[in-house]
């Protein structure tokens, strides 16, 4: 139980497009989803928290016009990253909370931006 | 926010060797996880340890909530178990609870 499915996997995209990333609970329902940065050989820094029905809610320092966070039913968060530059390239992960098994990862997204 | 240090950041076992992981955290937290992130970037819960120990096959974890630390055992380690391991806390901040991962301590076992 308490599976968070992540697409896609791997994506490369041109400086200056967009870049949608989503996060599905398969088999419960969030209401809070959070996506998470990491830059090789370092930690997982929280970007924001997504929640259903309402804005999300931005770390410090985390641009919300750049990484739009759409969290539209209990099951799906997604993460556009608009407008994208090749710093923005990194490995980009959503977690959600179950009732029963904590915290649960996607899979992850590696960005690459050219 | 709190601050959540690993030890060691790297850390080299041939295969069949223990090790213990360090987590130490800056304040006082409503819980402590700790995951395993394989080579290709999965996050595995391996437990969720506020307080007390566990156990789960080879893997054991020790909380001492009032010393504000944790540690890992890891025990007859197999080269599966190379990746990078995290301890996070989790702050309740009013209605938000946010994951906050420490620095990682990576493990890569030879043969």
């Not at chain 1, 390239?89 to 179950?98: D, E, P, T």
């Not at chain 2, 950041?9 to 041939?14: A, F, H, K, S, V």
């Not at chain 2, 819980?31 to 120990?53: A, R, V």
Request: net charge neutral; proline share 4%; aromatic share 12%.
């Amino acid at each position: 139980g308490a599976v968070v499915s992540q697409h896609p996997s791997w994506v490369i995209c041109k400086s200056g497009t967009s870049v949608k990333i989503e996060c599905r609970s398969l088999d419960f329902q969030a209401t809070t989803m959070f996506w998470y940065r990491q830059f090789p050989k370092q930690s997982l820094m929280l970007m924001a928290t997504s929640n259903e029905g309402s804005k999300a809610t931005y770390e410090q320092g985390v641009e919300k016009d750049k990484f739009l966070i759409n969290h539209a039913s209990l099951t799906l968060s997604t993460l556009t990253v608009t407008s994208a530059h090749p710093e923005d390239s990194s490995f980009y992960i959503c977690s959600a909370r179950s009732p029963w098994y904590g915290y649960t990862f996607g899979s992850g997204t590696r960005l690459t931006v050219v | 926010g709190i601050q959540v240090e690993q030890s060691p950041p790297d850390l080299i076992l041939q295969e069949g060797a223990n090790s213990t992981l360090r987590c130490n955290f800056s304040d006082s937290v409503n819980n402590l996880q700790w995951f395993h992130q394989n080579p290709w970037g999965q996050l595995i819960n391996l437990f969720y340890i506020p307080s007390g120990t566990k156990q789960n096959g080879r893997l054991s974890a020790t909380t001492v909530a009032t010393e504000r630390y944790s540690l890992l055992y890891i025990s007859s380690s197999q080269t599966t178990d190379s990746g990078v391991y995290f301890c996070a806390g989790l702050l309740n901040t009013g209605t938000a609870s946010k994951l906050t991962f420490g620095t990682g301590t990576r493990l890569q076992v030879t043969l």
